[in-house]
T-cell receptor
Framework: DTAVSQTPKYLVTQMGNDKSIKCEQN?????MYWYKQDSKKFLKIMFS???????INETVPNRFSPKSPDKAHLNLHINSLELGDSAVYFC??????????FGPGTRLTVT | AQSVSQHNHHVILSEAASLELGCNYS??????LFWYVQYPGQHLQLLLK??????LVKGIKGFEAEFIKSKFSFNLRKPSVQWSDTAEYFC????????????FGIGTKLQVIP
């Protein structure tokens, strides 16, 4: 059973398009996250939700909008994609501070 | 604000060599500390964690880390590395309690040569 799953695994799109990435966890965790990993492997938190409520919102362009329909799902919608948005996006969930379970990642390429 | 420094960005070792990766953090309060590993093309996985108690913690695959509070350090060690340990290693810190964000270090790329 996959603990944290993301779809799609790869996403190639053109500048200006709008796209969504979905994340689901079956671990029963209350807290979920979105991270961005750039080409140099630097991992930066973008958002965190606890029980469907936004608790961490880092300095991220407002083109990025997370949505949590329930505590098992945290989706990421990106408007007007730019070249600099190309990265690997990881979803994660946790039940204890810092102890994160990561999804497989979505490699987004904007052309 | 908390921060994490990993001083070794790229480490190359031969198989059976000993490994120590440095990690220092800055935060004034009580912290939880972690090491994560990312194998090529895969997602991050928890290697080991420190919340409290014995400052020497043991993780999976023979890894261990020692929390030295006076030095704000949490170095990762393994006595004898294998080729399969080739991966990116990330140190991370979060403050204890509440919904605190996790701050990751920049990562150390470990390359083990057979």
């Amino acid at each position: 059973d996959t603990a944290v799953s993301q779809t799609p695994k790869y996403l190639v799109t053109q500048m200006g398009n709008d796209k969504s990435i979905k994340c689901e966890q079956n671990l029963g965790h209350d807290t979920m996250y979105w991270y961005k990993q750039d080409s140099k492997k630097f991992l930066k938190i973008m958002f965190s939700y606890n029980n469907k409520e936004l608790i961490i919102n880092e300095t991220v362009p407002n083109r990025f909008s997370p949505k949590s329909p329930d505590k098992a799902h945290l989706n990421l919608h990106i408007n007007s994609l730019e070249l600099g948005d190309s990265a690997v996006y990881f979803c994660a969930s946790s039940h204890a501070p810092g102890e994160q379970y990561f999804g497989p990642g979505t490699r987004l390429t904007v052309t | 604000a908390q921060s994490v420094s990993q001083h070794n960005h790229h480490v190359i070792l031969s198989e059976a060599a000993s490994l120590e990766l440095g990690c220092n953090y800055s935060y004034g309060g009580t912290v939880n500390l972690f090491w994560y590993v990312q194998y090529p093309g895969q997602h991050l996985q928890l290697l080991l964690k420190y919340f409290s108690g014995d400052p020497l913690v043991k993780g999976i695959k023979g890894f261990e880390a020692e929390f030295i509070k006076s030095k704000f350090s949490f170095n990762l060690r393994k006595p004898s590395v294998q080729w399969s340990d080739t991966a990116e290693y990330f140190c991370a810190v979060t403050s204890s309690g509440g919904y605190q964000k996790v701050t990751f270090g920049i990562g150390t790329k470990l390359q083990v040569i057979p």
